[in-house]
């Protein structure tokens, strides 16, 4: 017999949901909601889908609307340190009190049964819509998908396309044009679509367009960001001006920006955690994890050699993102995890030595080198762990 959900705090009770599953249920996640929603008032929510670039994006855009004066929520996952990280509100993680009373209101609104049918991101994304109540905006980040993931239950009035990859080709599609397609199904009114590796991106967004004209009579306006080369002293690696153009641009369509000039220098103080984040003299942290989030590091590290820090989930390809980053790696160090969703280490390692990539089986770190961890989440937030980083 199972033990009731509804005896639990939020902590407890995030214990027993399913963090990782073979397939989406939309439903489940669709029925709350459509109880919640009677139960509170959304506010203008602007929904970030893509491959890479969400979560900086989201937190410039989210920063900017907080330090203009409007209440701001923003939700991203995963988290590095807290799960306190996922909720971002007016300027700081959400507290365990606020965490906690959402997760009392949740627990009374709905039945043991649907309790545990919902996975731990879509309760998750549940408490991110509740807490949203009385903010002027909820920025609102995907987790793998579009369509069918559960932060698409609610209506979004601006959609923001990141940079789309292959990645999550299990879920989403064995091709740029099936992620593509995914991801931007999720529009309802307006889609502003960023910067692109891939020109047949924009192919799909006309198609994506007809399709729901014609399937739910929703009317899209596609816009594009034109330009991504923003001239003033940016504090952040340079890549990261890509998602800061498309938060400028959706700045742009919200009523009070389009009277008001954007001012640049609120992006800088924007606290951005793990994105070729500097945490000491020669020390980067960076939580990406394919091969284009490898690209624009490799861009980022040119003309010099790095000692990497490194680990991969065995359904990512490793090879790849290690072949890019070849170039720029002076010596790797695979960094132990334990997870069942990390590659074995000894087919890495064989990786490793078809690259010709020399591995170091010591990390001994010293003031003469540079060291990059990269790999995902989870390698960032074990090697924080590992030298007891305390997040400022």
Not at 22 to 27: C, E, L, R
Request: glycine letters at 4%; proline letters at 2%.
């Amino acid at each position: 017999m199972k033990m009731s959900l509804k005896t639990k705090s939020l902590s407890g009770f995030l214990e027993h949901k399913t963090m990782y599953y073979d397939k989406i249920d939309f439903s489940f996640v669709n029925k709350a909601f459509s109880i919640l929603e009677k139960e509170i008032k959304i506010p203008f929510v602007i929904h970030i889908v893509g491959t890479n670039g969400k979560g900086s994006t989201g937190r410039f855009l989210s920063h900017y609307l907080y330090k203009t004066g409007f209440k701001t929520l923003h939700y991203s996952s995963p988290h590095i340190k807290k799960f306190n990280e996922r909720i971002w509100i007016n300027g700081a993680d959400v507290s365990d009190n606020l965490l906690q009373n959402a997760h009392n209101f949740l627990i009374n609104i709905y039945d043991e049964g649907l309790l545990q049918k919902l996975t731990y991101f879509e309760y998750t994304t549940l408490l991110a819509l509740y807490l949203s109540k009385d903010c002027d905006y909820l920025v609102l980040e995907a987790g793998l998908g579009g369509e069918f993931d559960a932060t698409n239950v609610v209506k979004n009035d601006i959609s923001l396309i990141t940079t789309i990859g292959l990645d999550h080709i299990s879920f989403l599609g064995d091709s740029i044009e099936k992620i593509a397609k995914t991801k931007m199904r999720a529009t309802n009114a307006k889609m502003i679509i960023g910067y692109q590796e891939f020109k047949e991106v924009f192919k799909v967004a006309e198609k994506v367009k007809d399709e729901l004209k014609q399937e739910f009579n929703r009317d899209i306006e596609i816009l594009k960001v034109e330009n991504f080369d923003i001239d003033y002293d940016f504090v952040f690696a340079s890549y990261l001006k890509r998602n800061l153009a498309l938060c400028i641009r959706c700045l742009e369509e919200l009523p009070f920006f389009r009277n008001n000039p954007i001012n640049l220098e609120i992006f800088n103080t924007t606290p951005l955690f793990g994105r070729c984040q500097k945490i000491a003299k020669n020390l980067y942290i960076d939580v990406g994890h394919n091969s284009l989030a490898a690209k624009v590091i490799k861009e980022e590290f040119k003309n010099r050699q790095i000692t990497l820090i490194y680990n991969s989930y065995e359904d990512k390809d490793y090879e790849e993102v290690l072949k890019v980053l070849k170039p720029i790696v002076k010596e790797i160090f695979i960094l132990d995890l334990d997870d069942k969703r990390i590659v074995k280490k000894d087919i890495l390692q064989k990786c490793i030595k078809k690259l010709q990539i020399v591995e170091i089986e010591k990390l001994s770190m010293d003031l003469e080198n540079e060291y990059l961890v990269f790999g995902s989440f989870l390698v960032v937030e074990r090697f924080l762990e590992l030298i007891s980083y305390e997040k400022c």
